[in-house]
């Protein structure tokens, strides 16, 4: 119902999405993540299923409808600006090792794990391994609208571990991100379930994957750090955050990027 509203308010037509109460908080999150955090809805006491018809009628006539009266014919409330955000290549803190932690893990800047301070020498480094300029923009990723530059890939490569030398790799999944058809805006889906990032060519072996025994297994700085990449650009870039926008009931965490094993296939081949 959401997701139907968003594409009628987009197209300039009002709309009114009917919640069940106990899916409020599911429907706010999902509106973020559309983009739309201030998408009309109308509240459906209790829920349908377990009300009888007489119930459900006094419900909806006490509230349901005044909702979508108020949704069909009120200007939603204009979202809430955010702190102004740091611009390219701006030093955002400086500070010992524990001390930048603590900051970016205070800011929601990390998984909450140690990261890599993305000091600008570190950040540089990864740029020489991309033709590209820093500030070229990718794509604008939901929900949180904002753009994905090759400098902010740059930066979320050093934080989360990788090698310099894995930036091309790093480019090309936050293509995919930012493709319309991937479709960034649903990730964080009910059970959390996460992006699985395969990776194949002489790559593999020129970087170090492991792509043979515990191809899944952490403990390799490759399949590792660039799976964990994936994740820190979905919070600091594409905004998912819990208990805001990542809609994950149970969640999950972060995947090992797996590598094929490219000598099996040839030979199975």
């Keep these: 119902m959401v997701r139907a509203s968003a594409a009628a308010e987009r197209a300039g ?12 908080g599911q429907a706010a999150t999902t509106a973020s993540g559309l983009g739309l ?12 299923d377990v009300q009888t018809p007489e119930e459900l009628d006094r419900n909806v006539v006490a509230m349901t409808v005044d909702g979508v009266i108020r ?18 290549a701006d030093v955002v803190f ?12 205070e800011n929601e800047w990390s998984d909450g794990l140690p990261i890599v301070p993305p000091t600008a020498e570190r950040v540089r480094e990864f740029l020489r391994f991309t033709e ?4 070229e923009e990718l794509g604008v990723l939901l929900p949180d609208r904002r753009s994905a530059t090759i400098w ?3 930066v979320n490569g050093v934080m989360a571990g990788c090698r310099p030398e894995y930036m091309p790799i790093l480019v090309a999944l936050i293509e995919a991100m930012a493709d319309p058809a991937y479709g960034v805006e649903h990730s964080g889906n009910t059970p959390g379930a996460e992006t699985l990032i395969v ?5 593999i072996a020129e970087l170090g994957f492991n792509f043979e025994q515990g191809a899944l297994r952490d403990g390799i700085q ?9 994740r820190l650009y979905l919070r600091n870039v594409a905004g998912f955050l819990p208990h805001r926008t990542d809609k994950g009931t149970f969640g999950n965490t972060w995947r090992v990027a797996l590598a094929e094993n490219e000598p099996v296939i040839r030979r199975l081949g």
């Design 199 to 203: 990776v194949n060519g002489p790559l």
């Design 152 to 154: 902010s890939i740059a």
């Design 132 to 135: 590209r300029a820093p500030e």
């Design 13 to 24: 037509v009002p709309s009114a999405s009917l919640v069940c109460e106990g899916f409020l």
């Design 71 to 88: 949704s069909l014919t009120e200007a939603p409330a204009p979202p809430r600006r955010g702190p102004a955000e740091p611009e390219l």
């Design 94 to 105: 400086e500070g010992a090792l524990d001390e930048v932690n603590r900051f970016f893990y």
């Design 222 to 230: 490759a399949n590792a750090t660039i799976g964990r990449f994936w």
């Design 37 to 48: 955090p201030a998408l009309p809805s109308a509240v459906v006491p209790g829920h349908v």
